[in-house]
Each structure stands twice: as C-alpha cells, then as structure tokens.
C-alpha cells in the first residue's frame, strides 16, 4: 500500500485570488496543443497564427461543451431545479465527453472558415489532444477526485477523507493511458500521411478501449451508482459508443483518398471542405 501525496490544490493564492493545480493543467494542455500544431501547421496548409485561432476555438469548445456535458449527463436534476447552476463552474463538474462533442462543433466551423475538409481536420487535431487529456487526470488526482475501487494492489492507496480503504489510483491509471500512451500512438502513427479519417477514428477508438476499462477499477458517481446489471457506469454509457465510431471511421477511412496536404505543405483546394 502506497500513501496518498500531500498536495495543496491551490498551487498559488495571492490574496483572495486562487489558482488551482486543476485550472493549470487546461492551460498545459492548451499550451502544448498550441506548440505541437505549429510544428505541424504545414499539413493542413494553415500558417502558424491559424493555429493560435484553432486552440481558441477549442478551448471554448471543451469549456462549454464540458460544462454542459457534465450537466446534462451527471446534474440533470440540479440543473431542471437552478438553470442557474450551469453557469456556476467555481462549482466544479466538466465532462470529457461534453467536452469532446463541444470540440467536434469548434473543428467544424473552424474547417468551414478554412475551407478545410471536416475529418483533414480532426485527423490533425486528434494528437494534439491527448497532453491535455494526461494533465488533466493529473489534476483530479491532486484534487482527491475519481477514486477507485478498492484493492490489495501494491500501488493501492487510501483516498483522503475515504477511509483506510487502499484504492486503485484510478486517475493516474487514466493519466497513463488517455495521455501518455493515447499521445505516443497518435504522434507516431500520424507522422506519416495516412487516410482521410484514419487518425479520428484511431482516437475515438483507443480512448474509449482505455477509459472503458478503467471504468472497471473506478468507483462509478455517488449520486448516480451503476446504470444497469450492477456493473455499467455512465462512463461506459458515454464511451461505448466512441469504440463503435471510431471502428466505423477507420473502415471508413480504408475508401478514402491520402490527404494530398499532407506533409507537402500544400493548401487545400476551396472546395475541399465541402467533400468531407
């Protein structure tokens, strides 16, 4: 059994101002998005200042979208009683997968204004993403956030204000799967051209494996508990679908052409984004 770190939530307090580890890691995840898409800009034929404009259009996505997520699928019944709550996000609750689809909204109006096909798009998107997903998890872990079942495991460890229970260390399991590993597969597969669609599919399909899993060693929400047959969480609700769309984009993508941009630096056509 291994201790629970002793970490400050607040990483820096100037006054009544409070800045929390889990706020740094968007902006590492933000940052990093921004440095590995300028490495790569040429690709989608975007300067390098397009991509200051792509990570803020993200941004706002994961934001909203995650913040709706979390209460449309975790607080609907907080939210049918104060509508106000919603806009409470001092209050915590973000939503991966609220966050993803706010995400998926971001990249099709930015690929409109680019004239950028949609999935040329996601699949240069898609390995920026998984920094953020990686920081992220470690932000929960410093908050004393998603606790993990309990076990004998030599790495188990008590949670604070949980009992003496050793738990799975769910979050830095998730930390090394949908960061570390997610982002080494992506980075490496998609440093040669690939087909339009392969890469989005590739990520859909690789984070819903790896956080399907980990919902099995992760306690499921208090205030919701398993959905169904005393084993299904909402977080293997919301992830399954991903592994059926991601299995159907890669398919998919074995009819659809090599992306001539990229690695050329060559600009897309202006109707391109009408064909994805």
Same mark, same amino acid.
């Given at each position: 059994m ?10 820096i ?27 790569r800009?040429?690709?989608? +034929? ?7 404009? !792509?990570?803020?259009? *993200?941004a706002? #996505? =994961? &934001?909203?979208?995650?913040? %709706? ?13 104060d ?12 939503s ?31 390995p ?14 410093i ?10 495991l ?5 949670f604070?204000?949980? +009992? ?7 979050? !830095?399991?998730?930390? *090394?799967l949908? #960061? =570390? &590993?997610l982002?080494?597969? %992506? ?8 087909r ?12 819903g ?24 969480t ?24 090599v ?6 630096g060559?600009?897309p056509?202006?109707?391109h984004?009408?064909?994805?």
């Amino acid at each position: 059994m291994m201790d629970y770190p002793t970490i400050d939530p607040v990483a820096i307090s100037l006054g009544p101002l409070q800045i929390h580890w889990y706020g740094l890691m968007y902006v590492v995840g933000f940052v990093a998005a921004w440095w590995l898409g300028r490495r790569r800009a040429h690709r989608v +034929g975007l300067s390098q200042d397009a991509i200051g404009d !792509l990570v803020f259009y *993200a941004a706002l #996505g =994961v &934001v909203a979208g995650g913040r %709706l997520g979390y209460a449309l699928f975790y607080g609907i019944e907080r939210l049918v009683a104060d509508p106000l709550w919603l806009f409470m996000v001092w209050d915590g609750g973000m939503s991966f997968h609220g966050g993803l689809l706010g995400v998926l909204v971001a990249a099709l109006l930015f690929a409109r204004r680019h004239r950028l096909g949609y999935f040329q798009l996601t699949d240069f998107i898609a390995p920026l993403v998984p920094i953020g997903l990686g920081a992220g998890r470690i932000g929960n872990f410093i908050n004393h956030e998603l606790p993990g079942r309990v076990s004998e495991l030599p790495w188990a460890m008590p949670f604070p204000h949980m +009992g003496p229970e050793p738990r799975h260390p769910s979050a !830095l399991y998730e930390f *090394a799967l949908e #960061g =570390v &590993v997610l982002f080494v597969l %992506l980075w490496w597969l998609s440093a040669e051209p690939r087909r339009r669609g392969m890469i989005s599919g590739m990520f859909m399909l690789l984070y819903g494996v790896f956080r399907f899993a980990v919902e099995f060693v992760r306690l499921p929400d208090e205030h919701l508990g398993f959905i169904a047959f005393g084993w299904v969480t909402m977080g293997m609700l919301l992830t399954a679908p991903m592994i059926v769309v991601g299995m159907a984009l890669i398919a998919w993508s074995r009819r659809q052409p090599v992306d001539g941009a990229l690695g050329h630096g060559v600009l897309p056509s202006r109707d391109h984004g009408r064909a994805s």
